[in-house]
């Protein structure tokens, strides 16, 4: 998805995902934006276009019941305004500054452009040890100044916060998502704008230069207390030399140096112009073609990231909303063992199995087997063919690999013939009540059923059914599914 379809992507997530109790955004609301996105993009669209479809007109709906939502979205977006105006400010200030002074003397030795060939020439081996870095799968951290434009690009996201109890959650969320998936974006961006404004700052101490040199005549020399001719005539090849041989200007000898220090003789120097045409050479050669070079590579990598800037297919989230459109596992069924479920617990269990597989997914809660009797299983629960099956245990029984293992076991043999491996649910609410106070039993107990499922390969949600946090709920199960989907052979 590209940045914008991405930033509407991540601000329904976060909605969907903590408005836990639907006051905002209900399961028909849910399902509308499936089912209008689906008949939208059409059966044979990607899964990006059908997700991003979906955030969109699920943000049309939301932003007629909250005037925050289309304002949270403006805030996170990235405003080019600040990339152009750093790089007119670079211009400005290179433009403004006097490099040649009020006696109408051009020090060689002193110029300000030698200052900036030598800040460029340590920029570039920052750059290039900032690449080694990132080829060795270390992630650098961004300088002083990177980190300045990309606070001001995106100055009020610190602000995105809500008065609305129901929209709080999910704009701290969205910020933090964003954040995060925004952030290799940024990087390149703002060094697009770095590289761009070092180019700007070059030109405008060469435009200043020669508007200068055009009404005013400038003498060039040179005076150093310990630097003779001969030294100040290697310093100057060295630096020059490569626009010499571009222009055709030759460089002085050390007898014309001696001539041209000031102080000495009649201390005049020489006509500049040849002096300001070489330096200007030199920075193009080693300011404004590599800063050019770093521009646009920069901003490339600034495109190729702001057309794929959230990939849903590593999302869990994502994925679920797929399977719903392409109609995958919509029937499912929860096999519970030596275990009775309350009215309210089998309404949240339900509830839960709806919100992790759609609000069209079928779910079969099948009689509880007895406990010994896994041997002697039904047929019927064998019979869903590619739903998924999910066994549901109590957190009260203690664990063992005779009758919880050996149902696990049959589970698995058979599910990884049909459509993979069951998943499990550990209903805490019995034993939550019984050691509310001891919550050391609870992690006790936890352990060791963790230490049979792990034995078995089954993943496994720990809920308590009758009070359950939804959202953590939600995403545990959301997390178990991937896992499990994951783990086929």
């Known amino acids: 998805m590209n940045e914008s379809e991405s930033s509407a992507f991540l601000l329904v997530r976060a909605i969907e995902t903590t408005d836990v109790q639907r006051q905002l955004w209900s399961d028909e609301d849910r399902a509308w934006a499936t089912r209008a996105a689906a008949e939208v993009v059409g059966a044979g669209a990607s899964d990006d276009a059908f997700l991003a479809r979906r955030a969109e007109l699920a943000l049309e709906r939301l932003s007629t019941r909250s005037a925050s939502i289309p304002r949270t979205l403006r805030i996170a977006a ?45 920029a570039y081996a920052l750059v290039l040890a900032r690449a080694l870095w990132a080829l060795a799968g270390r992630a650098p951290r961004p300088g002083p100044l990177r980190a300045l434009l990309s606070r001001l690009g995106q100055a009020r996201l610190p602000l995105l916060t ?32 770095v590289h761009l ?55 002085p000898d050390a007898a014309r140096l001696d001539a041209m220090r000031f102080g000495v003789g009649v201390g005049a120097g020489e006509i500049a112009a040849p002096w300001l045409h070489l330096y200007a050479v030199t920075i193009a050669l080693f300011v404004l073609l590599p800063r050019g070079v770093l521009a646009v590579m920069a901003g490339a990598l600034e495109r190729r990231r702001s057309r794929r800037l959230v990939e ?31 009215g309210d617990a089998r309404t949240n269990l339900l509830s839960l199995m709806t919100r992790v597989y759609g609000a069209k997914a079928r779910v079969d809660l099948s ?4 406990w010994g009797e896994e041997e002697g299983l039904d047929s019927a629960v064998w019979s869903a063919g590619g739903s998924s099956l999910w066994a549901l245990f109590s957190l009260s029984a203690t664990p063992e690999r005779e009758n919880h293992g050996a149902f696990l076991t049959a589970l698995r043999a058979h599910r990884e013939r049909a459509d993979g491996a069951p998943l499990a649910i550990v209903d805490e609410s019995a034993f939550r009540r019984r050691f509310a106070q001891t ?10 059923w963790q230490a049979l499922l792990d034995e078995s390969r089954v993943q496994a949600v720990f809920v308590d059914l009758e009070h359950p946090d939804f959202n953590a709920a939600e995403n545990a199960m959301h997390l178990a599914v991937e896992r499990n989907a994951h783990s086929r052979p």
């Open 312 to 342: 849903p297919a590593s999302d869990a989230y994502a994925l679920r909303l797929v399977r719903q459109l392409r109609g995958e596992r919509s029937t499912l069924r929860v096999v519970p063992y030596a275990l009775e479920l309350s």
């Open 439 to 448: 919550p050391g039993r609870m992690q006790e107990r936890r352990a060791a």
């Open 78 to 122: 990235w405003r080019p305004w600040v990339g152009w105006i750093a790089v007119l400010l670079a211009f400005a200030a290179g433009l403004a500054t006097d490099q040649i002074g009020a006696s109408k003397r051009v020090n060689l030795l002193a110029l300000p452009l030698v200052g900036l060939l030598t800040w460029n020439l340590l």
């Open 367 to 370: 009689d509880p087997i007895a």
């Open 197 to 251: 404004g070092a180019l700007a700052f070059a030109l405008g101490i060469l435009t200043g230069m020669y508007l200068r040199g055009m009404v005013l005549e400038y003498r060039a020399g040179w005076e150093s207390t310990f630097l003779d001719a001969r030294a100040v005539g290697a310093i100057l090849h060295t630096v020059l030399g490569p626009a010499s041989a571009i222009t055709g200007i030759a460089l």
């Open 162 to 193: 809500d008065r609305a109890p129901v929209l709080a959650p999910a704009v701290s969320a969205f910020a933090a998502d964003w954040g995060a998936a925004s952030l290799p974006l940024a990087a390149a961006r703002v060094a697009r704008i």
